[in-house]
């Protein structure tokens, strides 16, 4: 049963445009949200996170929105730019010493030029 | 640093041959993540060691599955026999704790990842 759920296995853009990235949760103990990035032949690289006790975190062009009570977290991207285009995973974990991320599926984005 | 590298980048084998994938995590770093990723099931953690010591296993699928960290600069991870649904890229992933409080999730540093094809 996929705890973290990523339900648009794929987004295409305009470059420039904003990118929204999507991610439902259904574990309430999950306090704690990342996401990765994963470029083609290549290993996943953290990119952004967020606590709950935020419902927000930005950085640069990168903003991740949390949504306690609907269990969601977003992704924006603004302005998308064509470096942009990768798999984007969603992962949650509880802070209480927990060492296990648990992963979405992941979404492709395209950002065409 | 070097990053983590994983090696082979890429294995194709036949049903039922052995098969392990080997890992050196970033020095310094006292977890090491092993990760699967399929499109159906995306990323999966198998197991996970800290200090060399195996903390949780139970995201491996099978008996036919195994790992060891004999030092805190190597891991392998073995298939024995190997099985065409087996086929995925695996992760090796690591991270250190830092203050020792116990592992903040966050940063993973991952692997390039070893893409394994069973025929």
């Known amino acids: 049963d996929q705890q973290v759920k990523q339900n648009s296995p794929s987004l295409s853009v305009q470059e420039g445009r904003i990118s929204i990235l999507n991610c439902d949760y259904t574990n309430s103990m999950f306090d704690y949200f990342l996401w990765y990035k994963k470029y083609p032949a290549e290993g996943p690289t953290f990119l952004i996170s967020?606590?709950?006790?935020?419902d927000k975190n930005e950085d640069g062009r990168f903003t991740v929105f949390l949504n306690k009570s609907a269990k969601h977290l977003s992704l924006h991207i603004v302005p998308s730019q064509p470096g942009d285009s990768a798999v984007y995973f969603c992962?949650?974990?509880?802070?209480?010493?927990?060492?296990?991320?648990?992963f979405g599926k992941g979404t492709k984005l395209t950002v065409n030029p | 640093d070097a990053g983590v590298i994983q090696s082979p980048r890429h294995e194709v084998t036949e049903m039922g041959q052995e098969v392990t994938l080997r890992c050196k995590p970033i020095s310094g770093h006292d977890y090491l993540f092993w990760y699967r990723q399929t499109m159906m099931r995306g990323l999966e953690l198998l197991i996970y060691f800290n200090n060399n010591v195996p903390i949780d296993d139970s995201g491996m699928p099978e008996d036919r599955f195994s790992a060891k960290m004999p030092n805190a600069s190597f891991s392998t991870l073995k298939i024995q026999p190997s099985e065409p649904r087996d086929s995925a890229v695996y992760f090796c992933?690591?991270?250190?704790?830092?203050?020792?409080?116990?592992?903040?999730?966050?940063?993973?540093?991952f692997g390039e990842g070893s893409r394994l094809t069973v025929l």
């Open positions: 967020i606590s709950s006790i935020k």
């Open positions: 992962a949650a974990a509880t802070q209480g010493g927990s060492e296990k991320l648990v």
């Open positions: 992933a690591s991270v250190t704790a830092g203050t020792g409080l116990g592992l903040i999730p966050g940063e993973l540093f």
